[in-house]
């Protein structure tokens, strides 16, 4: 079976984003590349702006998942248009688990659509738009696993 990873777009703010992840997850950078270091080509000249925004870079968030970003360039496709159509599910541990992942991620938030509490159908959960305008639910299903 294939592995599912996440891959976000950002305006601009892409190694900011992952520097804040980065302390989220504990987890290292496992490298960048900018649109700088791609070899220059006459066809797509690259403004000298766009040379230090980041055309990929990734972090491990477990042994099985990845999350991957990049700053989008208009000049390389289309531009970036961020709505709460995609969200980022964080299927937790434990209730532990799920609050320090809860805590760490809604510093400086946009949005708290839901804190991070007990529902009919999980011991925890909680969805947010964080300070990047990324959308992302936290999950505890504990004792309330569905039939």
């Known amino acids: 079976m294939a592995k599912v990873h996440a891959y976000l777009n950002f305006n601009g703010d892409c190694r900011q984003a992952f520097e804040f992840y980065q302390t989220v997850f504990k987890a290292e950078n496992l490298g960048t590349h900018t649109y700088g270091d791609m070899p220059a080509d006459p066809n797509f000249p690259l403004a000298e702006d766009a040379k230090d925004k ?44 799920a609050e320090e992942l809860f805590q760490a991620l809604s510093k400086d938030a946009k949005v708290i659509e839901m804190q991070l509490e007990e529902t009919f159908f999980a011991e925890r959960f909680a969805s947010l738009q964080d300070k990047f305008g990324v959308y992302w639910m936290i999950h505890f299903e504990g004792n309330k696993r569905m039939s």
């Open 54 to 97: 980041v055309m990929h870079t990734a972090i491990h968030i477990n042994p099985e998942t990845m999350l991957m970003g990049a700053d989008v360039l208009p000049g390389f496709g289309q531009p970036l248009s961020q709505g709460n159509g995609t969200y980022i599910m964080l299927d937790t541990k434990d209730i532990a688990e």
